[in-house]
């Protein structure tokens, strides 16, 4: 009875963290073993500067593919604003590689060309000019005209709620997992 009662408290600890309920944990698991074949880790193969996990276990999972949970049809406004800010802070930090705050246009360029890298038909050139021009675009947005002598450090979070604002991000960065239904309030 111990290990059972260890599980199922396991189990409700993650449904506090992730929001998800225990039939979408199991699922969940079930995938996660599909793609981990069978091992107690996924692993992370991105490659890039130090402080990337190079394992993902399943609690590591279950919080990533938390931000991806649609949200809730009750939600107040001040919930989905909440929803809204952690979806995007979550895309800030994928973008911020070197997690100082702030993402540089090389920061932005590797995104870019990691993205791109499948496409057979944009080469590294073009990627890294999509790159740069988006990064022109958020200054524009962010501090206005520049100077022809200033330089644009990176996009700081503010920044980034900035070049996000007026997009539906709450309801475009999402997945429906395995068929569910519409899942609790975002965490």
């Not at 979408?24 to 698991?29: A, F, M, N, P, S």
Request: with cysteine; aromatic share 8%.
């Amino acid at each position: 009875m111990g290990a059972a009662h260890s599980a199922s408290e396991e189990v409700r600890e993650l449904e506090g963290k992730t929001g998800f309920s225990s039939d979408q944990i199991e699922q969940l698991h079930r995938r996660f073993k599909q793609l981990s074949g069978d091992q107690p880790t996924i692993r992370n193969l991105r490659r890039g500067p130090s402080g990337l996990a190079e394992e993902i276990n399943f609690e590591d999972f279950l919080t990533i593919m938390s931000y991806f949970r649609p949200i809730d049809i009750s939600m107040d406004e001040e919930q989905v604003e909440l929803c809204r800010k952690e979806k995007l802070r979550f895309l800030f930090h994928m973008y911020d590689s070197d997690s100082d705050g702030r993402i540089t246009l090389e920061e932005y360029r590797n995104v870019v060309e990691e993205l791109l890298s499948g496409n057979p038909h944009i080469e590294k050139e073009s990627a890294r000019s999509i790159a740069d021009g988006a990064m022109m675009e958020a200054a524009s947005v962010c501090v206005g005209q520049m100077e022809p002598d200033q330089v644009y450090e990176g996009i700081t979070f503010e920044d980034f709620l900035k070049i996000w604002q007026g997009i539906d991000i709450e309801t475009k960065m999402h997945v429906r997992f395995l068929n569910m239904e519409t899942m609790a309030l975002c965490h």
